[in-house]
């Protein structure tokens, strides 16, 4: 079972930045697979970013390439997403998400149901 809890979030001009962060409780967070996704008002939950058990894959929606980098440091239990440029577009509610395991396979890390803990969710609004 992992609990997790994201903070971070908040209001910030277009161009400005963030850093997201997830703490994960349990002392196995170092295998799961873990994504942050994110969800407008009136639209459906979409993948934003994820990375491998170590850390030593991600990926990313071609929407922030370049402008968003998931990183995790599991002697904390943390995940964290360096937001940069950020744009009104950009807007929503952000979720980080665990999936048990190491299995990195492109259709699994980006896809909802593949998950299986998520957080509460931290609102991040862009300004124009």
């Known amino acids: 079972q992992v609990q997790l809890v994201e903070s971070g979030g908040g209001l910030v001009q277009a161009g400005g930045s963030l850093r997201l962060s997830c703490a994960a409780s349990?002392?196995?967070?170092?295998?799961?697979?873990t994504g942050w996704f994110r969800q407008a008002p009136g639209k459906e939950r979409e993948f934003v970013a994820a990375?491998?058990?170590?850390?030593?894959?991600?990926y990313y929606t071609d929407s922030v390439k370049g402008r968003f980098t998931i990183s995790r440091d599991n002697a904390k239990n943390t995940v964290y997403l360096q937001m940069n440029s950020l744009k009104p577009e950009d807007t929503a509610v952000y979720y980080c998400?665990?999936?048990?395991?190491?299995?990195?396979?492109?259709?699994?890390?980006?896809?909802?149901?593949?998950?299986?803990?998520w957080g509460q969710g931290t609102q991040v609004t862009v300004s124009s």
């Open positions: 990375i491998s058990v170590n850390g030593g894959n991600t």
């Open positions: 998400a665990a999936r048990y395991g190491n299995l990195w396979n492109i259709v699994l890390v980006t896809t909802v149901l593949k998950y299986d803990y």
């Open positions: 349990g002392r196995t967070f170092s295998s799961y697979t």
